[in-house]
């Protein structure tokens, strides 16, 4: 079974920063890839950043300059570097892996993490 744990969520003021970090584990053979999205009360869950096996990185523009997502494939881990936080980016963040393939199944699977709440406060 594989599994997304999440950490560095909080409370930060407007202008600040906050580093995600997500961890999967199991018996993972590869994951092609990984990133974040993000859910805001009252509205649908937004890609926010993704990055492939590769190095391709991909982000929304709403956080373009001041996010970037980085890997570790070694460890399995993805990271979030937030910078220059808005009050518009509170949200629950969800990691996620896509195309993870396992030493017991034949089969691709994606997951998903907990989620973390950021709050930017103004």
């Known amino acids: 079974q594989v599994q997304l744990v999440e950490s560095g969520g909080g409370l930060v003021q407007a202008g600040g920063s906050l580093r995600l970090s997500c961890a999967a584990s199991?018996?993972?053979?590869?994951?092609?890839?990984m990133g974040w999205y993000r859910q805001a009360p009252g509205k649908q869950r937004e890609l926010v950043a993704s990055i492939t096996s590769s190095g391709s990185v991909n982000y929304a523009d709403s956080v373009k300059g001041r996010f970037t997502v980085a890997r570790d494939n070694a460890k399995n881990t993805v990271f979030l570097q937030m910078r220059s936080l808005r009050s518009e980016d509170t949200a629950v963040y969800y990691c996620?892996?896509?195309?993870?393939?396992?030493?017991?199944?034949?089969?691709?699977?994606?997951?998903w993490g907990q989620g973390t709440q950021v709050t930017v406060s103004s």
């Open positions: 199991g018996s993972i053979s590869s994951i092609n890839a």
């Open positions: 996620y892996a896509t195309g993870v393939a396992t030493s017991d199944s034949n089969y691709f699977r994606s997951y």
